[in-house]
């Protein structure tokens, strides 16, 4: 993410994405950059209009946080369970002594 975030960085500043470039901006946020992913990364942006992929990504809907009221639903399936009376002993003697006549 740092890489992505150099070159977001110097679009920002009105310089030009290069190796070098993002190199010392790496350097100088303390990461140690690697050769092969400052190419790939320079590489890949080349054609790539940063300007439009931004527009679109502010634009992308953004997923709604789920509400609280499932949660609550839930509280009171467990209360539900709880209130439900507790077969004694009694009663499930009966009901074994019937499956056997």
Do not use: C, W
Request: proline letters at 5%.
């Amino acid at each position: 993410m740092e890489y992505i975030y150099g070159a977001l960085l110097l679009h920002a500043a009105g310089k030009e994405v290069d190796e070098e470039k993002l190199k010392k901006v790496l350097e100088d946020a303390g990461v140690t950059p690697d050769e092969a992913r400052l190419k790939s990364l320079v590489s890949s942006l080349k054609d790539v209009n940063i300007e439009d992929v931004i527009k679109h990504a502010a634009a992308a809907p953004v997923a709604a946080a789920p509400s609280q009221a499932p949660a609550k639903k839930e509280e009171k399936k467990e209360e539900k369970k709880e209130e439900k009376p507790e077969a004694n002993e009694e009663d499930a003697m009966a009901g074994l002594s019937s499956l056997f006549g």
